[in-house]
């Protein structure tokens, strides 16, 4: 019944260093992360925390997305990614498959709640109604599917910050069951002055850029963003030339604190080791991690430590793409699954940006330098987060 | 200084919903966190808002806590300190 | 692959413990959660900032691993549409009346929605599999679709899953400003012939696995969910067909358990195809107990499983024929606003 293998026939990207996969990559390349002081999103704290911001108002991203400009961001946001992966498939019509649409997103639709709520406090008759419409996290979902034509299989997945690598496994559990052909799968997420105002108050933003496995590191940018890869069967991969093959994923959870991880990170570990071994691989076969470094002192600091127990032999080249994209929440599982798939496409290792002094903790910097050309044959994507939910994922050439 | 520990153990119990602990069940010199109260990390970062709301005093950095909050009396003489430090 | 529930428990406007036996009846407009004392599951430490949505569910679950007489599952998935509203209210107020100043973590970190799944590991220190579906009226039939993959990759497990969702007052005047709810009377809801629902509130949690226990409750067959379908007829094939992928044809069916509210445009859609495919079939409703919400189905499961298990379904129940004795199989179907629809077939086990 669990047979066969899934691929991944595309990739997708929108996010605050690019609109779209390409324009990213040559951010990376010229060393130009995304963050800066927020223009679109209007907030108290404006001028004292940088975010990573998509550069386009809603009007110009609902004039792309063929969307009305009244929805929630999160939702063009979602469209515009899922339409790059979709046409990067290169798949042609998606109603001759039996086709899926795995989302993930951690707001929903609170941009425009938080807008509803500024009206209804001043009375529970106020407020506009279509505001709160699409509050739920499932309606962003259908929005999108629905302007996709996906029928097959609507869902979406909310696990904060390891949301988009879940949505990745459970379309491509799917696939295995043989109940889908193809699964959109990946995440998307605005900046919203809810989650800005939350990780406030947990005291983990950096008022500057943001420094992921850095000794100095103090804390993490807020992104937002969506990114999907299209995975498909053994059957539709031949009729196409894949990017790359999703051989190996797992799901842990940390059950040591709701937003903080253990400091040997054990659930990190778990994740890892469990992705490796379902990939049927070995550590040193690993040719690249896209980590999850968010830049804050704890995340850091359990990952790289449960990344130097599973790597004790060597750690291969790692870096927090985070350093460029910000953290762009339920959105950041499915980016940096498309980045580790382009990666193996192309050769690519991506830069770990603001990196200067070595962590005390570990024997492993992060690779600062963008290079293309290199012989990649797997690469491994870590997503963790609050709630103890941990996910890794490992990409094959074959 | 009896006078805000006592308001102090108040303002806590309140703003980290500390059901059926009373004030009186606060020792001064107990500490707040782990095997004394058994407050936690979360609760480090309310008693810093707690700080700002009741006594108009700002912690940038949250790793100074553990020694702030260590019990009510070193709560109190920092508070007690800072407000010097205001006038 | 099929399951066996191995335990259940739920938190809803009914009493657990007397259910179906004696059934509470509500007037007005909702139907509250009577809460237990959740202290007898969650030590008081840990209760003091927990929004309802998260006791519910974390009470739920503790019953169904106690009744499954199982400490730490495999898994652990969990579906909720609106996720813990009370958290999200109190932020969301807060953000707006203090101009985001003074802001306070633990309403933000207890409204995420994931924030169930991840205390209820946590509460059994459990490092296993765990997953959030967060898709309206979906979001339980995804959890349990989960599960029934997981048991398939590998039959060895004990697996946790269930649904919770809230009413908070915020959440209620504003669905209600949508013209959802009327003022009923439980007894008689489903006999209105008007417009509108009561909401609802609750929890249900169950332990699935591959093998047929000593504390089996009933067998989940199969789950199916179906997305804006185009008419009545359609779904009637989707359910047909459904049914033949189960070996099975309508006939089969013991009992149809529906989600009929009192809302006639709702209910008018299982009329129309009852008349179609199941002229002959007894069928009955829950959400005269426990109030319309995107996750009532998990009520409905924890209903027929109950049901199965003890070979008789309350009478309350029933809108239509009579009450089957030593009910086979039970097909739950529900749709929520003819958008989603989902089939949940249990059997005897």
Redesign the interface.
């Known amino acids: 019944?669990?047979t066969g293998s899934v691929w991944i026939a595309g990739g997708g990207v929108i996010s605050g260093i690019g609109r779209n996969l390409g324009e990213c990559v040559a951010s990376f390349e010229a060393m130009q992360p995304g963050m800066a002081y927020m223009q679109h999103l209007h907030?108290?704290?404006a001028q004292t925390f940088p975010v990573v911001e998509v550069k386009a108002g809603n009007d110009e991203l609902a004039a792309i997305a063929g969307m009305p400009a009244h929805w929630s961001r999160t939702a063009l946001l979602s469209r515009i990614a899922a339409q790059e992966a979709w046409e990067a498939s290169g798949l042609g019509d998606i109603r001759q498959y039996r086709t899926g649409f795995v989302s993930a997103n951690?707001v929903?639709g609170m941009d425009k709640?938080?807008e509803f709520?500024?009206a209804?406090?001043t009375g529970?008759?106020k407020g506009k109604?279509r505001q709160?419409v699409h509050h739920?996290?499932?309606?962003v979902?259908e929005l999108v599917?629905?302007a996709m034509g996906v029928?097959?299989?609507?869902?979406?997945?909310?696990?904060?910050c390891s949301s988009g690598a879940?949505a990745l496994m459970?379309g491509a559990?799917?696939i295995r069951?043989g109940m889908l052909d193809v699964v959109i799968a990946g995440g998307t997420d605005a900046l919203t002055?809810?989650t800005l105002?939350?990780f406030?108050?947990?005291?983990i933003l950096d008022q500057q850029q943001c420094r992921p496995f850095d000794d100095t590191r103090t804390g993490l940018n807020l992104g937002e963003g969506a990114g999907y890869v299209v995975l498909v069967s053994d059957a539709v991969a031949k009729e196409i030339r894949p990017w790359c093959r999703l051989s190996g994923f797992a799901?842990?959870?940390?059950?040591?604190?709701?937003?903080?991880s253990s400091p040997d990170g054990?659930?990190n570990f778990?994740a890892m080791k469990a992705a490796l071994e379902m990939g049927g691989l070995q550590p040193e076969d690993i040719g690249y991690i896209n980590l999850h470094g968010t830049g804050t002192q704890n995340n850091d600091s359990s990952e790289g430590l449960a990344i130097s127990r599973l790597f004790a032999g060597g750690v291969p080249p790692a870096s927090s793409t985070k350093s460029f994209t910000g953290h762009t929440l339920g959105a950041s599982g499915g980016i940096e699954a498309v980045f580790s798939a382009l990666a193996l496409r192309d050769g690519i290792i991506y830069p770990n940006a603001n990196f200067s002094v070595q962590m005390r903790e570990l024997a492993f910097s992060p690779v600062t330098a963008f290079s293309r050309g290199n012989n990649l044959r797997n690469v491994m994507s870590n997503s963790f987060?609050?709630?103890?939910?941990c996910s890794s994922l490992v990409f094959s050439k074959e | 200084m009896e006078k805000l520990m006592q308001d102090l153990k108040v303002q806590i119990i309140q703003q980290l919903n500390l059901q059926e602990v009373k004030p009186e069940d606060i020792g001064d010199d107990q500490p707040l966190f782990k095997e004394g109260l058994g407050l936690d990390s979360i609760d480090a970062l309310e008693l810093i808002v707690l700080l700002q709301q009741y006594h108009n005093i700002r912690i940038a950095k949250p790793e100074d806590g553990p020694n702030i909050f260590y019990s009510i009396r070193t709560m109190a003489e920092y508070i007690t300190a800072e407000k010097a430090k205001q006038a | 692959m099929k399951a066996f529930i191995q335990g259940a428990g739920c938190v809803s406007a009914q009493d657990s413990n007397v259910f179906p036996g004696e059934v509470r009846n509500y007037e007005g407009d909702r139907l509250p959660v009577a809460d237990p004392d959740y202290k007898q599951w969650i030590d008081i430490k840990q209760i003091r900032r927990m929004g309802r949505a998260i006791k519910m569910g974390v009470a739920a679950s503790h019953m169904s691993l106690e009744s499954a007489g199982i400490k730490n599952p495999d898994a652990i998935i969990m579906g909720t549409a609106y996720g813990c509203l009370a958290d999200t209210g109190v932020f969301l107020q807060k953000l707006v009346t203090q101009q985001e100043d003074m802001l306070t973590p633990t309403a933000f970190i207890q409204s995420t929605h994931n924030t169930v799944a991840g205390q209820i590991a946590l509460l059994l220190g459990c490092h296993a599999y765990n997953n959030t579906f967060v898709h309206g009226a979906f979001s339980l039939e995804n959890a349990l679709q989960d599960s029934l993959l997981l048991l398939a990759e590998d039959p060895s497990r004990n697996i946790l899953a269930g649904a919770t969702d809230e009413i908070t007052d915020y959440s209620h005047t504003i669905l209600r400003r949508f013209g959802l709810y009327k003022n009923a009377h439980t007894s008689e809801l489903l006999q209105s012939q008007s417009q509108g629902t009561m909401a609802g509130e609750g929890a249900a949690f169950f332990v699935l696995s591959a093998g047929k226990g000593e504390h089996s409750i009933a067998q989940l067959t199969a789950v199916d969910m179906l997305y804006r379908p185009a008419s009545e007829a359609e779904t009637a094939e989707h359910i047909r067909a459904f049914l033949q992928r189960n070996g099975l044809q309508p006939a089969d069916v013991s009992l149809l358990l529906t989600g009929r509210n009192g809302d006639t445009t709702n209910d008018r859609y299982y009329e129309t195809v009852e008349q179609s495919m199941f002229s002959n079939t007894p069928v009955a409703a829950f959400k005269h107990f426990c109030g319309e919400y995107p996750t009532a189905a998990a009520f409905g499961v924890w209903l027929a499983a109950g049901s199965l298990r003890r070979g008789s379904i309350p009478e309350e129940a029933m809108v239509k024929g009579q009450p089957p004795v030593q009910p086979e199989r039970i097909l739950i179907w529900n749709h929520h606003h003819a958008k989603h629809h989902s089939l949940i077939l249990l059997e005897k086990c």
């Open positions: 019944m669990m907030s108290a704290h951690t929903g709640t938080e709520m500024e209804f406090l529970s008759s109604l709160v739920e996290c499932g309606a979902t599917a629905d029928r097959h299989h609507v869902s979406t997945i909310s696990t904060a879940n459970y559990r799917m069951a002055r809810f105002n939350g406030n108050t947990l005291m799901n842990a959870n940390d059950a040591y604190h709701q937003t903080a054990i659930g778990m987060g609050f709630g103890g939910n």
